[in-house]
């Protein structure tokens, strides 16, 4: 377990990291979320002991972690910023923090093997392209086959395959009681991987709840109805006791209403329905609604460009309805 409490880093006059307070449990992937600057990597620093805090404390598995005797076997971390020596062949690199953490060398074609880099373990990192780089620091994370790991941004320059394939195995990892703590940009990626969120806007902490929680509370989620009979419907819509709203093309949505009640309600007028679905927002629109007055860096739309519709408006945009966050029930979470 990781346990941050009133964790605070001030940079001069700018506060990164204001008094945080949290825990990362054993068993489940937790996503650690917030915009840009938000204070991500700093939190990330100090919980390595790379960053001194200004006060407040992070204790791994009860003890700081510089208490810790060999870290590696605790916790292992990918951060963004590799710490590879490029001149040296990646075997080499791994047998060397090996050795300062009493690891057996025989760990390290095994973490080789599971990152896919057996066949380049004599080659130097240096020559690695960004995602065979991401593999070497993953496997780096994995060598002391610790209780403990955190990745940050770890799909970065991944593949698809190679995104499919951390995915999985973070959440085998957590499978196995492991902690596994995780941030990426990626919504729709962390929406699929994370059972439980962190979320933090400006150094502060917004929210500590589970991804189907966060998604709950921070979104709206409605039945669209397509017909054409569309005022037949509306009527009948309305003379249930439900209020719908006109969406686009045609289609009526309707809030807080169970979608097969309201195809068993179209059914009894003979209505003919050609749409009836269940709209659910995406992670990033939940994500987006919340830290919105927490975002400090913004891009300006470009002319003609609308900005999205999750911004402000807490409506699910185009692909929203889709799910495109990836329903968790129907990607099934041991895909
Ligand atoms: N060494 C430093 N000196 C001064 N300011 C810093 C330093 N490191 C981080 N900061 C500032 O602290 C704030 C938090 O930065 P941090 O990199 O932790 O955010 P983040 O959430 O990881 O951001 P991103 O998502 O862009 O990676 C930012 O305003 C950043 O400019």
Redesign the pocket.
Known sequence: MIEVEGLTKR?GQ?I?VDHLTFQVRPGVVTGFL?P???????TMRMMLDLDNPTSGTVRIDGKHYRELPEPLTHMGALLEAKAMHGGRSAYNNLLCLAQSNRIPASRISEVLDVVGLSSVAKRKPKGFSMGMGQRLGIATALLGDPPILMFDEPVNGLDPEGIHWIRNLMKSLAREGRTIFVSS?LMSEMALTADHLIVIGRGRLLANTSMADFIHENSRSFTRLRSPDRERLKDALSEAGHTSVEGTDGTLEIDGAETAELGELAARHGIVLHELSAQRASLEEAFMQMTAETVEYHAQAAPGWESSPAWGTNRPGPQGGQDTQGSRGDQGKGA
């Open positions: 940079f700018k990164a917030g840009n600057g938000a204070g991500k990597s700093t940009h």
